[in-house]
């Protein structure tokens, strides 16, 4: 299986698909993350439940919606042992690609989107989240996978295709890979 080293192509832009290994010796906090991790690839199970997290990466930048909101932070970070990483390159030219680097970065600050995770649960439990009066926020608040398929519209790439993009998770990136609407790299080195 090829791999990918945080190193190799450090001008594309990329998704990076997250599953976070148990935080062992690690605080709270660190434990609670894990905890939703593992309720998110849980209700996700159908699509494959292997990753929690999605964020964009380019160089040593990464852009992520996180419980603090969409922030920009360094892709090392994911480089810990805790994390387990695919890589998957977004294929776009320079004008594309410039539209989605100035998408993400106005997203930055934009709050998370706790209500969506309600609704996703909701829906995955059968029920209409319509109904529960769960709030649709739209691109006011953004989940990871969200803010990931929203950034690679801005680039012409419409990873969610039919799915809704509220339900569209982040084991959605293999169809998006298999669709040839990503490049898979390989498991991050």
Request: glycine share 10%; charged share 25%; with cysteine.
């Amino acid at each position: 299986m090829r791999q990918e080293p945080f190193d190799a192509h450090p001008d594309e832009v990329q998704v990076w698909a997250v599953r976070v290994r148990p935080p062992v010796g690690r605080g709270l906090r660190a434990w609670l993350g894990y905890v939703l991790g593992l309720a998110i690839r849980a209700f996700t199970a159908r699509y494959g439940g292997r990753y929690s997290h999605l964020l964009l990466r380019l160089g040593d930048a990464a852009w992520e919606a996180t419980e603090r909101g969409v922030c920009e932070g360094r892709a090392a970070a994911y480089r810990e042992a805790r994390f387990a990483v695919d890589v998957f390159a977004v294929p776009l030219g320079p004008e594309e690609r410039e539209r989605v680097l100035a998408w993400v970065r106005g997203a930055v600050g934009v709050p998370y989107d706790f209500a969506q995770l309600v609704r996703i649960a909701l829906a995955e439990l059968g029920r209409e989240p319509e109904a529960c009066f769960v709030p649709d926020w739209g691109d006011r608040r953004l989940i990871c996978s969200e803010f990931v398929a929203l950034a690679c519209r801005q680039g012409g790439i419409d990873l969610a295709g039919d799915t809704p993009l509220w339900r569209w998770t982040p084991d959605h990136v293999d169809e998006a890979a298999a669709d040839g609407k990503l490049i898979p790299r390989g498991p991050l080195v």
